[in-house]
């Protein structure tokens, strides 16, 4: 039996801490579903088409393993469509973890098909995130050992335009 995994998210940019998680999941799992969201609730840098080319572009899977999507709606409305049985979660801290076990709570009582699986990053990546990456750029700081080489020069064209 083939297992689906999708790990979610609004990828605003893609960090080296989500593409480590990417790899993980892909040793663990048959296929990966990289699920960039249009996530109304926030304000993007990038937009949802954007999200998605620099998430492609930043995954270096030969496998063809691991596939990216753009979507709005429920998340396990994607998971059905896909026939996923298993999300991906990053934990970083305990603070990540009690918000991303609500999620897991809906998400299971929404579909009890669905499985979480948390996974915590790989100790130099524990500290990243989208939001830190886009404050540090914005400061005219050096984000390139958070991010991919595209993402870099992606983040620098957009702030540049701003």
């Given at each position: 039996?083939?297992?689906?995994?999708?790990?979610?998210?609004?990828f605003d940019p893609i960090t080296n801490g989500h593409l480590d998680l990417i790899k993980r999941a892909a040793r663990l799992?048959?296929?990966?579903?990289?699920?960039?969201?249009?996530?109304?609730?926030?304000?993007?840098?990038?937009?949802?088409?954007?999200?998605?080319?620099?998430?492609?572009?930043?995954?270096?899977?030969?496998?063809?393993?691991?596939?990216?999507?753009?979507?709005?709606?429920?998340?396990?409305?994607?998971?059905?469509?896909?026939?996923?049985?298993?999300?991906?979660?990053?934990?970083?801290?305990?603070?990540?973890?009690?918000?991303?076990?609500?999620?897991?709570?809906?998400?299971?009582?929404?579909?009890?098909?669905?499985?979480?699986?948390?996974?915590?990053?790989?100790?130099?990546?524990?500290?990243?995130?989208?939001?830190?990456?886009?404050?540090?750029?914005?400061?005219?700081?050096?984000?390139?050992?958070?991010?991919?080489?595209?993402?870099?020069?992606?983040?620098?064209?957009?702030?540049?335009?701003?």
């Open positions: 039996m083939q297992i689906t995994a999708i790990y979610p998210g609004t799992f048959d296929q990966v579903i990289v699920a960039v969201a249009a996530n109304q609730s926030k304000t993007p840098l990038f937009e949802l088409s954007e999200r998605v080319e620099l998430a492609q572009k930043s995954i270096t899977d030969t496998s063809g393993k691991i596939q990216v999507v753009g979507f709005k709606g429920l998340l396990v409305d994607l998971a059905s469509q896909y026939q996923a049985s298993v999300l991906i979660r990053g934990v970083r801290a305990v603070a990540d973890f009690e918000y991303e076990f609500q999620l897991a709570s809906v998400n299971r009582s929404l579909n009890p098909k669905i499985d979480t699986v948390f996974l915590t990053p790989s100790e130099n990546n524990g500290f990243i995130s989208s939001t830190i990456v886009k404050e540090v750029a914005r400061h005219s700081g050096d984000v390139t050992q958070f991010v991919s080489p595209v993402v870099v020069t992606a983040i620098n064209k957009k702030l540049n335009k701003t």
